[in-house]
């Protein structure tokens, strides 16, 4: 019985992520180095975690998420050679927060107007009149 749940979960999932969305407005891209700074501090952070023993576990992910919140940041300066805008920083610190996803959704509120960074033009929304 778990095994369906699973399997519907998992086709779910990709439905829900195989869907179009309708482009209301221009969308801002992750650069791809700021994705590949995400991964690779992420993974090193992981395998932090994984290799610490004896300790509490919330101290190892706590511990560790702020490890990969303080260093992502520093990473990507150092490999993009510039400083960081205000929505590439806090997209690296989302994937911290919340793996997989977190850098995602810190750019979706971005592009929805959610968070405005100071070096940004802020997204501004047609507003249409219902007839």
């Known amino acids: ?69 303080a260093t992502g940041p520093m990473v990507a300066t150092a490999v993009l050679k510039r400083p960081l805008k205000y929505r590439e920083a806090h997209i690296i610190i989302g994937a911290c927060l919340i793996p997989f996803v977190g850098g995602w959704l810190v750019n979706e509120a971005y592009n929805n107007g959610w968070f405005v960074a100071p070096d940004e033009k802020p997204v501004r929304k047609a507003h249409h009149r219902r007839k």
């Open 1 to 69: 019985m778990n095994r369906k749940i699973a399997y519907f979960a998992v086709a779910l999932a990709a439905f829900a992520f195989a869907v179009q969305s309708a482009e209301a407005g221009p969308r801002r891209q992750v650069d791809p180095r700021i994705r590949g700074v995400n991964t690779g501090v992420g993974l090193a952070w992981t395998g932090a975690a994984f290799a610490i023993n004896g300790v509490s576990d919330a101290f190892i992910f706590g511990g560790t998420t702020i490890g990969c919140m």
